[in-house]
């Protein structure tokens, strides 16, 4: 049921998320804040990920072009389109980039690197600044559907 609930509001989820609709970084401006890619309360929603990106200006490339750019020019990140999280529990969780996070947390496991990101961040479940009750609702079935980590968001796997 889930799954299809999902199924039917996708195109309504992507005006939430930067990486379809980069309109979404203005319209919930006041949620975006500079994150640190190593800090321990930032976490991965997803068990794995694909070594692939699907969307945005790397579609169809390897995650791994994304932490080489990132090496030689970390502030590349700057440009990328925001992640979008949700705070729940003490912790920041990515709902929307979680490929996008694994390059930066590579890039810091790698080389040391620091980096900083942009995330739009949701007060979980209330969303608040998410004003349609419907896409409210899309979002939040989208955040449940999205947590099926078994690592507390701490460690992603990646899917060749």
């Not at 409210?136 to 968001?153: E, L, P, Y």
Request: one cysteine or more; glycine letters at 4%.
């Amino acid at each position: 049921l889930l799954n299809e609930i999902l199924q039917n509001s996708y195109r309504v989820l992507q005006q939430l998320d930067p990486a379809k609709d980069r309109r979404a970084e203005i319209t919930y401006g006041t949620c975006i804040s500079w994150l640190d890619a190593s800090d321990p309360s930032v976490r991965f929603s997803h068990d794995a990920v694909s070594s692939f990106f699907r969307n945005g200006e790397h579609a169809k490339e390897p995650t791994e072009n994304l932490i080489q750019d990132i090496y030689r020019n970390p502030k590349c990140v700057y440009d990328l389109p925001a992640l979008v999280c949700i705070r729940y529990n003490g912790a920041i969780w990515v709902i929307f980039g979680n490929r996008r996070f694994y390059a930066f947390r590579e890039c810091v496991r790698r080389h040391g690197s620091e980096i900083w990101f942009k995330a739009i961040i949701h007060d979980f479940p209330s969303c608040p600044h998410i004003q349609n009750d419907a896409l409210r609702t899309a979002f939040q079935f989208k955040a449940i559907h999205a947590m099926d980590t078994s690592s507390d968001g701490k460690e992603v796997s990646v899917r060749r």
